[in-house]
């Protein structure tokens, strides 16, 4: 590995001979050529230098040394693993609104922030989007709709994703889509596939369906929070979103509930609703990969117009505000699989369970999921990934998939897989049973790091020998990561020595690395023999601890034992 400052220097075969070696900027020594800076010169525009032998010993001759084959051997390799060390191919730039924007709901389209991008057929830009709204109402239910999408011409061509929620008020309570007291976060996010040449206005977008002021705040006065995000270079994934479904839920809609003639209890989204899926295969080059995906369901409370009748839930005869059965609470994770050739299941990537509870006044609710730093494992037998959004009902009013509204108005069931990095993704190498500084080296060489809070383990293994690593061998995580090792101290267990020769006893002890110390004691049991012993056999104990025998002193005349 090279520091700040250090020069490249290769191996050149006529004209002045020279080293190929990583050297500082100063004088200095290596592989046995004498080398000053001040006899190294330019060899093009790489930044490469070349520098002239100081001694008389001719390069090839040097070049024949074992030592230094190997000392090349070893420079050459940690070059490549250099140059395959994963690097991040994502390019975000992040647009802040710069202020705060109010919007109605006869004000229609409101774009809050957008970005011209210039891309050719087929190239694909990831566009994230946050946009936090406070509402001018107390408990008056506002639907908020924020979108992402790219126009060509004045017209949105494409896909376009989108995330919902009813706003419920300016003092509506922190909770999982309120960041803070009465502020509503929605993110859609994209991954846009230009259709053909051009330039192309990339935007983020919100609607107000209802009667109260909404607003897209700019910032708490510390941090951005409404943006967007447009990467600058074309990327590598692909798109899924569902089937159409309108906004009252009569064409082809997913519904959860305990109605078994028309509702599931359990729906795969992007796998069993009727999306076509086909296997994404990563490029040939990745090394890690990003997946996002949203999704926003809407309750299907009693006498709702976004849901088909059939699917309503119990009539309650309460108020509109308040009707319903009560909330609706679901469970839902992201799911994403490395497959092997036979499509199989090779590697599974799950996000954490996120249990949410729709009350009947947000009636839309948006689910939010990332899976960053998703390895390509090389010892699966494809790069083929596909993924879903697992969304299990659990109780109260059935609930409705959203999906992409017939109106072409944009898809509120949607994820992505995107390369994040390029490289060799290498797996944690096994250490247990290497000594500290074998498995230090290994970690180092497969391009991560030896934690500093290692920890150590009284043993039987020899002092140094790594008995334990965290993570574990195989997994691949992220270059950098730190791996906790636990090293051996050393240590013996001692063995039970009662009823042995003093002297084959203390041989015993010795050969453990433990040391003997003997006692006499006259017994006239078993004289010579080992009467007493501390620690008692089977304990495992530190090298170097004593081992204190207490001996039978007595001897067949003291004793008056008869022969």
Same mark, same amino acid.
């Given at each position: @590995?090279t520091?700040?400052?250090d020069?490249?220097?290769?191996?050149?075969?006529?004209?002045?001979? +020279?080293?190929h070696?990583?050297?500082?900027?100063?004088?200095f020594?290596?592989?046995?050529?004498?080398?000053?800076?001040?006899?190294?010169?330019?060899?093009?525009?790489?930044?490469?230098?070349? #520098?002239r032998?100081?001694?008389r010993?001719?390069?090839?001759?040097?070049?024949?040394? $074992?030592?230094?084959?190997?000392?090349?051997?070893?420079?050459?390799?940690?070059?490549?693993?250099? *140059?395959?060390?994963?690097?991040?191919?994502?390019?975000?730039?992040?647009?802040?609104?710069?202020?705060?924007?109010?919007?109605?709901?006869a004000?229609?389209?409101?774009?809050l922030?957008?970005?011209t991008?210039?891309?050719?057929?087929?190239?694909?830009?990831?566009? @994230?989007?946050?946009v936090?709204?406070?509402s001018?109402?107390?408990?008056?239910?506002?639907?908020?709709? *924020?979108?992402?999408g790219?126009q060509?011409?004045?017209?949105?061509?494409?896909?376009?994703?989108?995330?919902?929620?009813?706003?419920e008020?300016?003092?509506?309570?922190?909770?999982?889509? !309120?960041?803070?007291?009465?502020?509503?976060?929605?993110?859609?996010?994209? %991954?846009?596939?230009?259709p053909?040449?051009?330039?192309y206005?990339c935007?983020?977008?919100?609607?107000?369906?209802?009667?109260?002021?909404?607003?897209?705040?700019?910032?708490?006065?510390?941090?951005s929070?409404?943006? %967007?995000?447009?990467?600058?270079?074309?990327?590598?994934?692909?798109?899924?979103?569902?089937p159409?479904?309108?906004?009252?839920?009569?064409?082809?809609c997913?519904?959860?509930?305990?109605? *078994?003639s028309t509702q599931? @209890?359990?729906?795969?989204?992007?796998?069993?609703d009727?999306?076509?899926?086909?296997?994404?295969?990563?490029?040939?080059?990745?090394?890690?990969?990003?997946?996002?995906?949203?999704?926003?369901?809407t309750? #299907?409370?009693?006498?709702?117009?976004a849901?088909?009748?059939?699917?309503w839930?119990?009539?309650v005869?309460?108020?509109?505000?308040?009707?319903g059965?009560? $909330?609706?609470?679901?469970?839902?994770?992201?799911?994403?699989?490395?497959?092997?050739?036979?499509?199989?299941? #090779?590697?599974?990537?799950?996000?954490?369970?996120?249990?949410?509870t729709?009350?009947?006044?947000?009636?839309?609710?948006?689910?939010?999921?990332?899976?960053?730093?998703?390895?390509? !494992?090389?010892?699966?037998?494809?790069?083929s990934?596909?993924?879903?959004?697992?969304?299990? !009902?659990?109780?109260?009013?059935?609930?409705? +998939?959203?999906?992409?509204d017939?109106?072409g108005?944009?898809?509120?069931?949607?994820?992505?897989? +995107?390369?994040? @990095?390029?490289?060799?993704a290498?797996? +944690?190498?096994?250490v247990?049973g290497?000594?500290?500084?074998?498995?230090?080296?290994?970690?180092?060489?497969?391009?991560?790091?030896?934690?500093a809070?290692?920890?150590?383990?009284?043993s039987?293994?020899?002092?140094?020998?790594?008995?334990?690593?965290?993570?574990?061998?195989?997994?691949?995580?992220?270059p950098?990561?730190?791996?906790?090792?636990?090293?051996?101290?050393?240590?013996a267990?001692?063995p039970n020595?009662l009823?042995?020769p003093?002297?084959n006893?203390?041989?015993?002890?010795?050969?453990?690395?433990?040391?003997?110390?003997?006692?006499?004691?006259?017994?006239?049991?078993?004289?010579?023999?080992?009467?007493?012993?501390s620690?008692?056999?089977?304990?495992?104990?530190?090298?170097?601890?004593?081992?204190?025998?207490?001996?039978?002193?007595?001897?067949?005349?003291?004793?008056?034992?008869?022969?």
């Open positions: @590995m520091s700040a400052g020069t490249q220097i290769k191996i050149g075969s006529s004209g002045d001979p +020279i080293c070696a990583v050297v500082s900027p100063l004088t020594n290596l592989f046995g050529c004498d080398f000053l800076q001040s006899d190294c010169r330019s060899i093009g525009s790489v930044g490469f230098k070349a #520098c032998l100081r001694n010993r001719s390069v090839l001759a040097r070049l024949t040394e $074992p030592w230094l084959l190997a000392a090349l051997a070893a420079l050459l390799l940690s070059r490549i693993l250099v *140059a395959q060390a994963p690097t991040s191919v994502l390019t975000p730039q992040r647009i802040p609104l710069p202020g705060d924007i109010k919007f109605t709901e004000d229609g389209i409101v774009t922030i957008h970005q991008i210039t891309l050719k057929a087929n190239e694909i830009r990831r566009l @994230m989007g946050s936090e709204l406070s001018s109402a107390a408990s008056t239910i506002a639907y908020a709709e *924020a979108r992402v790219c060509l011409s004045g017209n949105f061509v494409g896909d376009i994703g989108g995330a919902a929620e009813n706003h008020g300016y003092n509506a309570p922190i909770a999982a889509n !309120y960041p803070s007291q009465g502020i509503l976060a929605l993110y859609p996010s994209l %991954l846009f596939t230009a053909s040449d051009g330039q206005d935007q983020l977008f919100v609607t107000n369906g209802d009667t109260p002021t909404l607003t897209a705040v700019a910032t708490d006065g510390h941090e929070l409404t943006w %967007l995000i447009v990467d600058q270079t074309d990327d590598a994934g692909f798109w899924l979103q569902n159409p479904c309108d906004t009252t839920g009569f064409s082809a997913t519904y959860l509930g305990q109605d *078994a599931k @209890m359990e729906s795969l989204v992007f796998a069993d009727g999306t076509v899926v086909p296997a994404w295969q990563a490029p040939a080059d990745a090394a890690f990969l990003d997946a996002v995906a949203g999704v926003t369901v309750t #299907c409370y009693y006498g709702t117009g849901c088909t009748k059939n699917n839930g119990p009539n005869g309460l108020t509109p505000i308040v009707k059965s009560g $909330p609706t609470t679901i469970n839902s994770y992201l799911e994403v699989f490395q497959l092997n050739n036979d499509s199989s299941v #090779c590697k599974t990537y799950q996000s954490l369970p996120i249990q949410s729709v009350t009947t006044p947000a009636h839309h609710y948006a689910l939010n999921y990332l899976l960053q730093d998703i390895p390509v !494992y090389p010892d699966c037998t494809s790069r990934f596909r993924l879903q959004v697992v969304v299990d !009902y659990v109780s109260g009013d059935p609930i409705k +998939i959203d999906a992409t017939s109106n108005s944009g898809t509120l069931a949607h994820a992505f897989v +995107i390369e994040e @990095m390029k490289g060799v290498r797996a +944690i190498p096994n247990v290497a000594n500290q500084t074998n498995a230090a080296q290994s970690i180092t060489a497969a391009g991560y790091v030896v934690a809070n290692g920890l150590t383990i009284l039987t293994a020899k002092a140094g020998t790594v008995t334990a690593q965290n993570p574990a061998a195989g997994i691949i995580q992220l950098n990561t730190a791996v906790q090792l636990t090293v051996s101290t050393g240590g267990i001692v020595l009823s042995y003093q002297k006893a203390t041989a015993a002890i010795t050969a453990l690395g433990l040391i003997p110390v003997v006692r006499f004691s006259k017994d006239c049991v078993n004289p010579g023999d080992v009467m007493i012993q620690p008692l056999g089977g304990v495992l104990v530190p090298l170097n601890t004593t081992v204190t025998l207490t001996v039978d002193s007595g001897t067949v005349k003291s004793c008056g034992i008869l022969k």
